[in-house]
């Protein structure tokens, strides 16, 4: 029932706003339903989003007015008075989102050509300097040492002060490093140069992730972050062949030198975009009685954030077998296909930088095939990784251990295609089932689980093993890695939903 005295009052002070609340309070008038409502900020309102907890996760989030204490003067309670302006949402033109898109698309491009391009230039360093398999796949295996070490602190800058100079900042550092790479005289200058590149990628990754869960909404965030990885494999297919390229007819110091300007320059241009601000680490309680108050996060609440979250603790632990096997394919497929089918360096990097590329039909794909399933099935988000994992599996066993020629190399493109799908929407599990707050913290996570024991071991690992029995044999055994991470995606698809339900609703202000 509506309190006789509220109403009375209400009428007294406010007869329209009187009249709009009994409307709503009979179902008459819907509620808003935006996910950045300035009647849902943190600052000025109630803003506990609350309804059925599977609308609000497909349809963002629900705010319902309550009662006050205080009569019609705040009907809403902690509604905006007429003299508070409200915040600015976090809701930019088509432009500006856009053009936030594009740069953090080309920052991620030029991240992962800076990366790679080492692997094509293998042979070259080899015989200048006489390492082994194992040593050469020290200088892939040291960047992403060094992002395990840096990119949970530089995360946390990126939460708790801003998204777009922590970028811009890490950027320049890549940038320089792999400046100074072609100015090495020794493997083991060669190693630390390396390393440097490893320290500014740290947080770009989840700096990035943040940002677009913040520019789109949940209805489109998949085929967005498909649309925005797709220059993972764009950036490494043309780090690849023109890494070869140029060190076949000019040197392999002059690769690295060539590709590390562009960074820079998108660097110092990511200045200039718009940013959110810092989300406030609060959470609400007393939620179940007729009052409820936000109260700040501690640091017991923060980890028990993550730890009493299993699907998020799944989705990372099934990024391990999927990163390995996708880095042990980038890294050693060149030096496969020049060993086993007998062709050149500068053929063999071109044959799988066309590989590569498929992953831009794979990424995109994935993400939109996700996001159509998502409206119908919410527990998609996980459903759909393990089913395109298992299936990559059973492709690459077809590859590497009885098939050659022609007919290896169409399952070697049909796997290009499959790799990538299961990304978009396992790396949207990282920003859905925990806090707006910790989101490139809750990435960070993922990065550094996927590179300590995915990413850095693979090139060490597979190298020692094709040093042991050859290369054949150790390309053979990636599909057991795949079936692992296909059942852990599988079993996390169970928590999901309710993981998505206890999330705090927070939404997001434009910085000033």
């Not at 050509?113 to 300097?129: A, C, G, H, N």
């Not at 820079?264 to 179940?288: P, R, W």
């Not at 996001?371 to 066993?397: C, E, G, H, Q, Y």
Request: glycine share 8%; aromatic share 12%; net charge positive.
């Amino acid at each position: 029932m509506i309190p006789g005295a509220f109403i009375l009052d209400g009428f007294v002070k406010s007869p329209s706003a009187a009249l709009r609340f009994i409307l709503r309070h009979c179902g008459v008038l819907r509620f808003k339903e935006l996910d950045s409502s300035p009647a849902c900020t943190s600052k000025g309102v109630v803003g506990k989003a609350y309804g059925d907890p599977k609308e609000a996760a497909l349809n963002r989030d629900i705010c319902r007015p309550r009662f006050s204490d205080r009569g019609m003067g705040i009907f809403f309670k902690g509604a905006p008075m007429n003299t508070v302006p409200a915040p600015k949402e976090y809701k930019l033109s088509t432009f500006s989102t856009y053009s936030i898109f594009t740069l953090l698309f080309l920052l991620y491009f030029f991240d992962y050509v800076d990366r790679m391009i080492v692997t094509s230039l293998f042979p070259y360093i080899q015989k200048e300097w006489g390492l082994t398999d194992t040593e050469s796949g020290l200088l892939v295996s040291v960047v992403y040492w060094s992002i395990v070490a840096f990119v949970f602190p530089v995360s946390i800058l990126v939460d708790r002060w801003s998204r777009k100079k922590t970028i811009a900042f890490m950027a320049l550092i890549w940038s320089l490093a792999t400046l100074l790479c072609a100015f090495t005289k020794s493997f083991p200058q060669l190693l630390l140069a390396r390393s440097g590149i490893g320290i500014g990628e740290a947080g770009y990754a989840p700096a990035g992730t943040a940002m677009l869960s913040g520019l789109f909404p949940p209805e489109k965030r998949s085929r967005m972050m498909g649309l925005w990885n797709m220059s993972i494999p764009l950036g490494i297919a043309v780090g690849i062949a023109v890494g070869g390229f140029v060190a076949q007819h000019w040197g392999w110091r002059h690769a690295f030198g060539l590709v590390a300007l562009p960074g820079a320059i998108a660097a110092i241009l990511f200045l200039f975009v718009k940013d959110y601000k810092t989300v406030d680490l609060v959470k609400t309680v007393g939620s179940s009685g007729m009052e409820s108050q936000k109260v700040k996060m501690s640091k017991k609440d923060i980890f028990l954030e993550f730890i009493h979250t299993p699907s998020l603790i799944l989705t990372n632990l099934g990024f391990i077998g999927c990163i390995f096997v996708n880095n042990a394919i980038i890294v050693w497929l060149p030096t496969y296909l020049h060993r086993v089918e007998g062709i050149s360096m500068t053929e063999a990097g071109t044959k799988v930088g066309a590989i590569m590329l498929l992953a831009i039909i794979g990424l995109p794909v994935g993400g939109w095939l996700t996001d159509v399933w998502f409206k119908r099935k919410v527990t998609s988000r996980m459903l759909f990784p393990s089913l395109t994992i298992a299936l990559n599996a059973v492709v690459i066993f077809a590859a590497f251990s009885f098939l050659g020629g022609k007919a290896q190399y169409l399952m070697l493109l049909l796997m290009g295609v499959l790799a990538s799908m299961f990304a978009p929407a396992a790396i949207i599990v990282t920003q859905e089932v925990i806090h707006p707050g910790l989101r490139a913290v809750s990435y960070s996570i993922c990065v550094v689980v996927q590179n300590l024991f995915g990413a850095s071991m693979a090139p060490i690992v597979i190298g020692a093993l094709s040093d042991a029995y050859g290369i054949k044999p150790a390309m053979s055994i990636l599909p057991l890695f795949l079936l692992a991470s296909a059942l852990l995606f599988f079993t996390g698809s169970s928590f999901y939903r309710r993981d998505l339900d206890k999330v705090e609703k927070i939404p997001l202000q434009i910085e000033d």
